[in-house]
């Protein structure tokens, strides 16, 4: 991912002015992580040193949708809407 898509992503997520680390934040920068890996397997489907990451980057981006569910139930049924996760 490069800067200019990231810094795209923080500000369409941000809370406040300086908020980089949010969970709402960081949620998103990991789908767009796991979707551009999703496409690079798909080309290369033999690559399982990329597949043991992208299962690693699954399971933190579902320990902040969990944390998120306790926190803001609302906060967290527009983000999984808007980034269009299951």
């Given at each position: ?11 369409k ?59 803001d ?14």
């Amino acid at each position: 991912m490069d800067k200019v898509t990231k810094q795209e992503i923080i500000n369409k997520f941000k809370q406040s002015d300086n908020d980089t680390g949010s969970a709402q934040v960081q949620i998103a920068l990991l789908t767009q992580r796991i979707r551009e890996l999703t496409e690079h397997l798909k080309k290369n489907h033999k690559d399982n040193h990329s597949r043991r990451g992208l299962s690693m980057l699954i399971g933190q981006r579902k320990s902040f949708l969990k944390y998120l569910e306790e926190k803001d139930i609302e906060a967290y049924r527009s983000l999984k809407k808007e980034l269009q996760i299951r």
